[in-house]
């Protein structure tokens, strides 16, 4: 059913992939009795908002195929991965790629753990902790060639959050739905104090709605004064 769908949708998957995908809603939907990790819990509709919204990057060829280090293979940071969307199901999807993914709630990342383990992605890494805190760690910062975030915050308030982490002329890569243009006009401070210009818009119908890729490159390393502490950034954002 899983390769089905993708298949309809243009994104062909292996049996293997199909086979942890399965599982990895399979362990979803057990968790998700425990704590709360997911508001869709139908299995078509996880495999369709979850499972096929997270891999429509996969048809980008900004993304697809994209060498933007120096050495090794391209880095992938998801911002407020939550259930592991996007990176879970880029991970295994799209395994070349490494990827981090960051959750301020801890028993989301401890969820991810499992997932990791039993679906053998050694080429995830998973940290608890804050956007605004990660986004001041040299180790972090201007570090990946891709960021990527959907379902955390408004646009101008998830520029700051994510593009600090962008490498210069990387790409942070914003998953939006039918609110996108209002908050595409919202941002035109965030992106200017920034510096970062929205490249492509893509747009996809899933389920009949719209969703949209937003594609934003980095022009430099970004201005210290970005991210600001916690609660500044949301009680004042960039508008
Ligand atoms: N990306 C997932 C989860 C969306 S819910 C999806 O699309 O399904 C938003 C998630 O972002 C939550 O799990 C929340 O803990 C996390 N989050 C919100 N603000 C954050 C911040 N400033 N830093 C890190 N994570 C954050």
Redesign the pocket.
């Known amino acids: 059913m899983i390769k089905r769908v993708f298949k309809e949708n243009g994104i062909d998957i292996t049996d293997y992939q199909e086979q942890q995908l399965q599982r990895y809603y399979d362990i979803l939907s057990e968790w998700n009795k425990k704590i709360n990790l997911?508001a869709i819990t139908e299995y078509k509709d996880v495999v369709v908002k979850?499972f096929l919204d997270?891999a429509l990057i996969l048809k980008s060829d900004l993304f697809v195929g994209q060498r933007l280090s120096d050495a090794g293979n391209s880095s992938v940071l998801?911002?407020?991965?939550?259930?592991?969307?996007?990176g879970i199901v880029l991970a295994v999807l799209y395994p070349g790629y490494h990827y981090t993914l960051?959750?301020?709630?801890n028993k989301?990342i401890e969820f991810l753990h499992i997932i990791k383990e039993e679906l053998g992605l050694d080429q995830i890494r998973l940290y608890h902790?804050?956007?605004?805190d990660f986004g001041r760690d040299p180790e972090f910062r201007n570090q990946f060639d891709f960021v990527v975030?959907?379902?955390?915050?408004e646009l101008p308030v998830l520029l700051e959050?994510c593009v600090p982490f962008v490498k210069p002329e990387g790409f942070f890569i914003s998953?939006k739905g039918k609110k996108c243009e209002d908050e595409i006009k919202l941002s035109q401070r965030a992106l200017q104090e920034l510096n970062v210009f929205i490249e492509r818009k893509e747009q996809y119908i899933l389920s009949g709605e719209a969703r949209y890729l937003l594609f934003l490159k980095n022009l430099s390393e970004t201005n210290q004064k970005y991210p600001r502490k916690?609660g500044k950034i949301k009680k004042n954002p960039l508008y």
């Open positions: 997911t979850h997270s998801d911002l407020g991965t939550g259930a592991g969307f996007p960051v959750d301020s709630l989301r902790g804050r956007a605004e975030s959907r379902a955390v915050a959050y998953y916690a």
